[in-house]
């Protein structure tokens, strides 16, 4: 029988499955706390609880952990940490420091089903879900090196089409008992999926962030599949009934293409599209690899956009030289991973 991994488990899940060995509600309770206020990763750490329960849990559960394969330090302390999982998969997570205000970037999936254009993530295709447990290890490895105060679902992968997981594990970082994040300093992005944007919404209250990426449904299709299945108007209302936790806001994020979405008209069409949503504009610079036929937009583009929107009063941040760091969340680290791999593969033949 292979041991059950407490960490797939919220609060309540935890009560259940230790009621089932006859154990009473507060173990669960303070198992939480052991697991995700100190760290702990072995059941003899838990003290307060008796050796024959500890026997017990040892013998049929266990709390894994990450330790990062690889991590790279920017040159302003942006963290990009590589994890490998069981399967010899990996995946990654980047830990930008500000001031202490500390953000990590979590990823969701082992690359992305959604196949945007422009995207590293999305020509690998999807290879699998994360489970709960391998979404909080990112956290809880990346706590070990600093205090996390925001969490960002912008690393690899589509979040909503891991709704159960991505619940799951935002309901471990909100409880009082587990991480104790708070649910305005937590936020999902997502490329649009509509359904699930409301059903997220219904489940747990944290911040949104939507890649909206191009102003007319005739570009936005052609970069971003999932538009052929909900155009912009759809996304636009979802966006307009999802609950925010109070008085936030919905964060658009705008990847700037040069020459494909970077013109004033775009701006023009963005500030009309998103007029009537309570929202803050996030400008990305495309940040270029390999095989994409894309190009960066020029600075003069960039602050041409941002004054457009500045000047008419929309909350707009440009993510500088760091937007390129930030972006590499998204799938490049994992793409010289298997670059290496398979420069090693071909050594080995
Ligand atoms: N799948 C989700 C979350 C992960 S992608 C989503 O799409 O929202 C995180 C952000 O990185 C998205 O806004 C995406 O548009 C952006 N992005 C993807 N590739 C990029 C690139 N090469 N340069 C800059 N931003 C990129
Ligand atoms: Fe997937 Fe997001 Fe990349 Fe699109 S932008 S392929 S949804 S990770």
Known sequence: MPKTDLKNFNLQELEQF????????????????????????????????????????EATACISEFTAATVEEGSDGVRKYLFTLEDGEAVESVLIPDEGRNTLCVSTQVGCAMGCEF??????????????????????????????RNIVFMGMGEPLQNLDNLVRAIEIM????????????ITVSTCGLVPQMAELGRRVTVNLAVSLNATTDELRSQIMPINRKYPLKELLKACREFPLPSSRKITIEYVLIGGLNDSLEDAKRLLKLTSDIPNKVNLIPFNEHEGAGFKSPTQAAVDAFHKYLIDRNVTVITRSSRGGEISAACGQLKGKLDKLKLINEVEDV
């Open 18 to 57: 230790l009621s089932g060995k006859g154990k009473e509600r507060f173990r669960a309770t303070q198992i939480f706390k052991w697991i995700y206020q100190l760290g702990a990763t072995s059941f003899e750490q838990m003290t307060n609880l008796s050796k024959d329960f500890r026997a017990e849990l």
């Open 119 to 148: 995207c590293l993530t999305g020509t690998f295709k999807l290879k699998r879900n994360l489970t709960t447990a391998e979404i909080i290890n990112q956290v809880c490895a990346a706590k070990k090196d600093a205090e996390i």
């Open 174 to 185: 909100l409880n009082g008992n587990g991480l104790q994040l708070s649910n305005r300093r």
